[in-house]
């Protein structure tokens, strides 16, 4: 099965509109497609993000929806610790890159994500498959 870290753009993208190839990359874990894992700085960035008021105010968010969003991938996703790296040039997303890389142990593992800085990195990773959420599910891994 094919193993896959989710950035907090595509997941928040995801939790707000019930289409698109965002949702369609979710959507893929909760089918069973896709083993997806997680890691506690990707949880708090995400909980960070949400709670911003224009995000907040714009979508009528409510803790239950949430909390029902994030329920489904404690209990099917799989939780990793990142490993430390300092390669991004934009500091504050080598957690993702250190997920993926703490998840890809020798087998390739897709990062999926919209943000140009994780995007820049595209085929510089031995076993991290770099990919917008278009790119994923149009790849044939799928």
């Known amino acids: 099965m094919r193993r896959i870290v989710i950035d907090t753009n595509v ?3 995801a ?3 019930n289409s698109g190839n965002d949702y369609s ?10 083993e997806l ?4 700085e990707l949880v708090d960035e995400f909980m960070e993000v949400i709670s911003r008021p224009r995000l907040a105010q714009k979508y009528s968010l409510s803790n ?3 909390r029902l969003f ?4 404690f209990e099917f996703g799989n939780f990793r610790k990142p490993k430390q790296v300092d390669i991004c040039r934009d500091s504050r997303d080598n957690h993702i890159i250190g997920l993926a890389l703490a998840v890809a142990e020798g087998a390739i593992v897709h990062l999926v ?3 140009d800085d994780l995007l820049v990195l595209k ?7 770099i990919q917008t959420a278009k790119e994923f599910m149009t790849s044939k891994f799928l």
């Open 11 to 13: 997941l928040i993208r």
């Open 15 to 17: 939790f707000l509109k």
């Open 64 to 66: 239950k929806d949430i």
């Open 113 to 115: 994500t919209a943000d």
């Open 25 to 34: 990359v979710y959507r893929q874990f909760l089918d069973g497609h896709i």
């Open 37 to 40: 894992y997680y890691s506690q």
């Open 123 to 129: 085929n510089r990773m031995k076993d991290v498959m």
């Open 70 to 73: 994030w329920e489904d991938i």
